[in-house]
């Protein structure tokens, strides 16, 4: 019954190899967003889909790249990881914008080595 | 901007304690309140929400009221359980400013048996 799906689980790469994160959803839902959580913080919005309309947040490196091919698929894209990248990243959606329950995926572990 | 403040934790409460998180909010227009919950390595998930002044939201024996005169939306349950153990977030979204859901930054609650 999983509505927004997130994989892997947990993901290992090397400094400076290129990493892709993916996400997909059930639910139909016209927005689809990527956040990063580093340990005991608050989930940082890097960017968002607004169908096929992408937004990218003023602060979100040029390294974070994003996908999304059809309304059910999202990707992450992390062009040269740092160490600094290391963090937990969260795919949600929501039906549509502005004062919208948010659904979260189980989000991606990313350790960089 | 529009921000969310909540009290630090972590927050330690024996089995059966009462309990309240505060959270105060600043925003530009009306915003809904939300509180998520991420239980360990999960996602965030939906807990309870509030779109309008006054309103109460209620979901698993958690409430929170929203105090437009306060500018807050304190958590609150009568009766915590071990399975409650988890971090909290409060969030705020607002209809026309780009989508983006705020959230403060987490408090961790663990209650003992």
Not at chain 1, 11 to 32: D, E, I, R
Not at chain 1, 49 to 68: C, H, I, L, V
Request: net charge neutral; charged share 20%; with cysteine.
């Amino acid at each position: 019954d999983a509505m927004v799906i997130q994989n892997p689980r947990y993901q290992v790469t090397q400094f400076g190899k290129p990493v892709t994160l993916s996400c997909s959803q059930t639910l139909n839902h016209n927005v689809m967003y990527w956040y990063q959580q580093k340990s005991s913080q608050a989930p940082k919005l890097l960017f968002h889909y607004y169908d096929k309309d992408f937004n990218n947040e003023a602060d979100t490196p040029d390294n974070f790249q994003s996908r999304r091919p059809n309304t059910s698929f999202c990707f992450l894209d992390i062009r040269s990881p740092g160490l600094g990248d290391a963090a937990m990243y969260l795919c949600a959606t929501s039906r549509d914008k502005g004062r919208e329950k948010l659904f979260f995926g189980s989000g991606t572990q990313l350790s960089v080595l | 901007g529009n921000s969310v403040t909540q009290m630090e934790g972590p927050v330690t409460l024996s089995e059966e304690a009462f309990l309240t998180i505060n959270c105060t909010y600043t925003a530009t227009g009306y915003p809904s309140l939300f509180w998520y919950v991420q239980y360990p390595g999960e996602g965030l998930q939906l807990l309870l929400k509030a779109t309008k002044a006054d309103d109460k939201g209620s979901n698993k024996g958690f409430e929170a009221t929203y105090r437009k005169e306060t500018t807050s939306f304190h958590l609150e349950k009568g009766s915590v359980q071990v399975s409650d153990s988890a971090v909290y977030f409060c969030a705020l979204s607002e209809r026309g400013n780009n989508n983006d859901m705020r959230f403060g930054a987490g408090t961790r609650l663990t209650v003992k048996p």
